[in-house]
């Protein structure tokens, strides 16, 4: 059974702080890694779709990191914002397929 | 992108009953996704649903419990069949992104609590 794991599974923030996250999953038979961003009762909004070993990609205060050959992900959140506040999901696509496993989520708060 | 929306948006219904949730999608897309979410857990896919073709259920999930319908490239529902407690869960419904990065356009959701 793949696990795709992330972590913490919660957080609250001071606006202004920086702060980041991690999805760890198998790193053999990789195909692409994305990232959403996942507010109450709205859709997830994709934010990063990871493909390459070394990747970086940066949407505003956003980015985030890839490293396939140990299989992790990090996300970072730079001088958040209460608007920030949402679950941050990672998903990976199992074997080449549209079929996600997704991590539990990391759950932010920034408190104004 | 693809803009999806799901009615209805909560329900609270009670045991033993059924419950249909509808996808509807603003352009035609081959492939559709159910997923479900429980307290605390992962999203996790219960079924893919082709245009034309029977939906594919993943492991722990049966055509009988969730049945899902696909009658066009627009549209989807799915049934959550005698509702027990245990399927209090958010659903969501997603569809292909076509970006060859397998990436999905996910539906707001459907929040059942089951009394």
Not at chain 1, 16 to 33: E, H
Not at chain 1, 81 to 93: G, I, K, M, R, V
């Amino acid at each position: 059974i793949l696990n795709v794991e992330q972590s913490p599974q919660s957080l609250h923030v001071q606006e202004g702080d920086s702060t980041n996250f991690t999805c760890s999953f198998p790193s053999s038979n990789f195909y692409a890694l994305h990232w959403y961003r996942w507010e109450t009762a709205k859709s997830p909004e994709a934010l990063f779709v990871m493909t390459l070993n070394g990747d970086e990609k940066k949407k505003g205060r956003i980015s985030a990191t890839l490293n396939t050959k140990e299989g992790y992900s990090y996300l970072y959140i730079k001088g958040s914002q209460p608007e920030d506040s949402a679950t941050y999901l990672c998903a990976f696509p199992y074997a080449g397929t549209y079929k996600y496993i997704f991590g539990t989520g990391t759950r932010l708060k920034v408190l104004a | 992108s693809a803009v999806i929306s799901q009615k209805p948006s909560r329900d609270i219904c009670q045991r033993g009953t059924s419950l249909t949730i509808q996808c509807q999608v603003d352009s035609q897309v081959t492939m559709m996704f159910w997923y479900r979410q429980q307290p605390g857990q992962s999203l996790t896919l219960i079924a893919t649903a082709n245009q034309g073709s029977e939906a594919t259920y993943e492991s722990g999930f049966v055509i009988d419990k969730f049945p899902i319908s696909r009658p066009n490239l627009t549209f989807s529902t799915l049934t959550v069949s005698n509702m027990s407690p245990e399927d209090s869960s958010i659903y969501l419904c997603s569809v292909e992104g076509g970006t060859g990065d397998y990436e999905q356009y996910f539906g707001p959701g459907t929040r059942l609590t089951v009394t």
